[in-house]
């Protein structure tokens, strides 16, 4: 059930997830050797733009949005989602 009710979320989401993880990806990802870098880097930002810590749901959506994302950097700085990511279809959406 809980699975089911993530799904649900992240779905609802996925769109402004990907809107704001744009907004903030260049700056979080500067420096960033590592996925875990940047991640550790948009979670605070994440929790000041909210005010508050983050939901379980919300951490594991960041993961999962930052994970793809730096899964198709290129040398150009440019991203697409990797559709063969096994939670993206071929529009880069969940499942």
């Known amino acids: 059930m809980a699975g089911e009710q993530y799904e649900r979320y992240a779905k609802a989401v996925w769109t402004k997830a990907q809107e704001w993880l744009a907004m903030h990806w260049a700056r979080a990802a500067e420096r960033a050797v590592t996925a875990l870098d940047v ?45 063969s990511d096994r939670r993206c279809d071929e529009d880069g959406e969940p499942r």
């Open 39 to 83: 991640r550790q880097t948009l979670r605070s930002v994440a929790a000041n733009d909210i005010n508050r810590h983050l939901h379980p749901q919300e951490e594991q959506l960041l993961s999962e949005i930052v994970h793809a994302r730096w899964a198709t950097q290129d040398t150009s700085g440019s991203s697409a989602v990797d559709a």
